[in-house]
């Protein structure tokens, strides 16, 4: 992903409506890349301050805290997702290698008893 990608995806990476390989690549730039990171920690501060002033809740004083946190469990609950579809893959294959050896192991004893 490059900068010109990266920045117009700031919006919709606040506003949660990237999709989750669209959040993994934005995140994996905003980390290494500091003017994206800058681009996004603007918009951030300007979004979540206006929504906060808009239902009244007290402005929380820690924005880049906050954002940071965001940034880290969002990435996280990618990471999980994804490992936990690796997994369901290594089992289904472990299933079909089974029933291929037991498959194998049939036809055998069919030829030879
Ligand atoms: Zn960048």
């Not at 905003?30 to 906060?52: A, F, N, P, T």
């Not at 009244?56 to 997702?81: M, T």
């Amino acid at each position: 992903m490059n900068c010109q990608n990266a920045q117009s995806m700031v919006l919709n990476f606040i506003n949660n409506k990237l999709d989750k390989e669209e959040t993994k690549e934005f995140i994996e730039h905003i980390r290494s890349c500091k003017d994206c990171w800058e681009e996004l920690e603007i918009y951030y501060v300007m979004l979540i301050g206006l929504k906060q002033l808009d239902e009244g809740e007290e402005l929380a004083a820690d924005f880049k805290e906050k954002l940071q946190n965001e940034v880290d469990s969002r990435y996280l609950e990618i990471e999980k997702n994804s490992k936990r579809k690796y997994a369901a893959k290594i089992v289904i294959v472990l299933t079909i290698a089974v029933m291929l050896i037991w498959m194998f192991v049939y036809l055998v004893f069919a030829m030879f008893l």
